[in-house]
C-alpha cells in the first residue's frame, strides 16, 4: 500500500511562489494517478490538479489555478510536484496530495491513499 508524505507548505505573500511536495512510499508510484486537493477552514475539500500514469502526459487543473500551478512528477524519485506561481489570499489552505488506481481524475472519491497535509497561507 501506498503512503504519501506531503511538504513544502508555508507562509507566502500574494503573488509569490511555493512549490509543494508529495513523496509516496514503495515502488508502484507510477502506476498510479496522482492529485492534489485543497481545503480551507469552513470550506469543503476541493480539486485542485491531477497528473495520469506513465510519465503525466493527462492533467486536470480547477479552474482557479489554471496558468497559475503546475502539476508534474518524478516517478524515479516517487515525486509528484505542485508548482504555484502568483498565489493569492484565497489559496490559503492546507494542501492534500492522494494517489488511485484510477488513471488521472478531478474526483476526490477516486483516490485510494492521502497525505497528512501541507499548510499553505498567503498574506495580502
Known amino acids: 500500500q501506498v503512503q504519501l508524505v506531503e511538504s513544502g507548505g508555508g507562509l507566502v505573500q500574494a503573488g509569490g511562489s511555493l512549490r509543494l511536495s508529495c513523496v509516496a512510499s514503495?515502488?508502484?508510484?507510477?502506476?498510479?494517478?496522482m492529485g492534489w486537493f485543497r481545503q480551507a477552514p469552513g470550506k469543503e475539500r476541493e480539486f485542485v490538479a491531477a497528473?495520469?500514469?506513465?510519465?503525466?502526459?493527462?492533467?486536470y487543473y480547477a479552474d482557479s489555478v489554471k496558468g497559475r500551478f503546475t502539476i508534474s512528477r518524478d516517478n524515479a524519485k516517487n515525486t509528484v510536484y505542485l508548482q504555484m506561481n502568483n498565489l493569492k489570499p484565497e489559496d490559503t489552505a492546507a494542501y492534500y496530495c492522494?494517489?488511485?488506481?484510477?488513471?488521472?481524475?478531478?474526483?476526490?472519491?477516486?483516490?485510494?491513499?492521502w497525505g497528512q497535509g501541507t499548510q499553505v497561507t498567503v498574506s495580502s
Open positions: 492522494a494517489a488511485g488506481r484510477t488513471p488521472v481524475s478531478r474526483v476526490a472519491s477516486a483516490y485510494d491513499y
Open positions: 514503495g515502488r508502484t508510484f507510477s502506476s498510479y494517478g
Open positions: 497528473i495520469s500514469w506513465y510519465g503525466g502526459d493527462i492533467t
